[in-house]
């Protein structure tokens, strides 16, 4: 059975941030991490090269396939600033409508800056996902 390629290490989650370019979204991407370390209480982890992660919990697919996963987690990408929302997105229409600009994938929130979005909307979206993946997938 395969393994997930990304995994969580000990690279310097400090060193991934001073490399994100420009300084705005190295900025965000700070920002994002003292929010996600204080939401949910995790200290942050590198998944990955790209990946910072916050949390884990297990998940094991009808396949049998299993894994671990980060509860939540961001990556500072070309274009935007991904934050992912392990719940899903799908759930949380309500929520996305008063965010602002963004895009999505299933479980992958794009922004290009903090500034273009309703951060107190933010802060209730990730608390959401948090309580669905703490009552889905118990410690």
Same mark, same amino acid.
């Given at each position: 059975?395969? $393994?997930?390629? $990304?995994?969580?290490? #000990? ?7 001073? +490399?994100? *370019? ?15 370390? *204080?939401? @949910? ?9 790209? /990946?910072?992660?916050?949390? $884990?919990? %297990? ?11 980060? +509860? @939540?987690?961001?990556?500072? %990408?070309?274009?935007?600033? $991904? ?10 229409? *309500? ?5 602002? %600009?963004?895009? @999505? ?10 500034? #273009?979005? #309703?951060?107190?909307?933010? /802060?209730?979206? /990730? ?6 993946? +703490? ?5």
């Amino acid at each position: 059975m395969s $393994t997930n390629k $990304t995994q969580p290490n #000990d690279n310097s989650v400090d060193e991934y941030l001073s +490399r994100i *370019k420009p300084e705005g979204r190295r900025e965000d991407a700070i920002e994002i991490c003292d929010l996600l370390n *204080k939401l @949910t209480g995790q200290p942050p982890i590198m998944w990955g090269s790209s /990946i910072v992660g916050f949390g $884990t919990y %297990r998940y094991q697919y009808a396949s049998g396939r299993e894994g671990d996963w980060m +509860r @939540t987690g961001f990556a500072a %990408r070309k274009n935007d600033l $991904t934050i992912y929302i392990m719940s899903g997105l799908e759930q949380h229409k *309500k929520l996305l409508k008063g965010l602002g %600009r963004f895009k @999505t994938g299933k479980s992958c929130l794009y922004i290009k800056s903090l500034d #273009d979005i #309703d951060q107190s909307c933010l /802060i209730e979206l /990730i608390e959401a996902s948090l309580e669905y993946m +703490r009552q889905k997938y118990p410690d």
